[in-house]
């Protein structure tokens, strides 16, 4: 299997528009862009790079998450919790079935897994 290295995850130009999020709660519907990194051998897990631009939308995956945050900052409040507030710089887990709102302050930019 080879390595895959991004150089610069922060700053690459190479993310792709994605589909924005399914429910956005107020505002303007943010604007998404990814980069997926297939990795052989990761027993069907989503990776790569993420971007939003800010607005207020729920969370819609049901799988466990690991995120680091490269660029910007957000708050996230998990249904029936206290909102999280992380930005660069911050490592995230989310268990399988978090849901919540995503309130992205300014835009933000993550490296993830996705568990499958």
């Not at 930005?87 to 978090?98: E, H, L, S």
């Not at 835009?107 to 993830?112: A, D």
């Amino acid at each position: 299997m080879p390595i895959t290295l991004l150089k610069q995850t922060a700053s690459i130009t190479t993310l792709q528009p994605s589909p924005p999020p399914l429910r956005v709660l107020s505002g303007t519907s943010p604007t998404t862009s990814d980069l997926e990194v297939l990795l052989e051998g990761a027993g069907g897990s989503d990776t790569g790079v993420w971007e939003c631009t800010p607005g207020r939308f729920e969370r819609q995956i049901a799988k466990a998450e690991l995120m680091h945050i490269l660029t910007g900052s957000c708050t996230f409040t998990p249904t029936d919790g206290e909102a999280i507030s992380f930005g660069a710089g911050d490592t995230v887990f989310f268990p399988q079935n978090t849901f919540g709102v995503w309130d992205v302050k300014e835009t933000l930019r993550k490296v993830y897994v996705i568990f499958g």
